[in-house]
Nanobody, 118 residues
Framework: QVQLVESGGGLVQPGGSLRLSCVAS????????VGWYRQAPGEQRDRVAM?????NAHYADFVKGRFTISRENAKVYLQMNDLKAEETAVYYC??????????????WGRGTQVTVSS
């Protein structure tokens, strides 16, 4: 239905910045929301940011003022500034929506590793 591929992860020092991207393909017209999640080893997968079709953005409290989610056509970005060591995790792109306005679906990318370390 919808395929998602993330890129842009890597090693960054504490206080540094990184921009992640997610390319969506398939039936992108069926997408209602897109978002970014992250999961550290042994921990739960947490939602970091989301964006609706109307371009309304929502952020987790712990990233407000530092992260920005945006979309350009079929690409979704997550600009991350002032990164902290605790934010080392695999970051996943996510999308959900309705197929033909009836059947709900959700899609996940395979993730991109972000390591914040000196």
């Amino acid at each position: 239905q919808v395929q998602l591929v993330e890129s842009g992860g890597g090693l960054v020092q504490p206080g540094g910045s990184l921009r992640l991207s997610c390319v969506a393909s398939g039936n992108i017209d069926s997408i209602n929301t897109v978002g970014w999640y992250r999961q550290a080893p042994g921990e739960q997968r947490d939602r970091v940011a989301m964006l609706t079709r109307e371009t309304n953005a929502h952020y987790a409290d712990f990233v407000k003022g530092r992260f920005t989610i945006s979309r350009e056509n079929a690409k979704v970005y997550l600009q991350m500034n002032d990164l902290k060591a605790e934010e080392t995790a695999v970051y996943y792109c996510h999308a959900d929506g309705l197929i033909q306005g009836v059947s709900q679906f959700e899609s996940w990318g395979r993730g991109t590793q972000v390591t914040v370390s000196s």
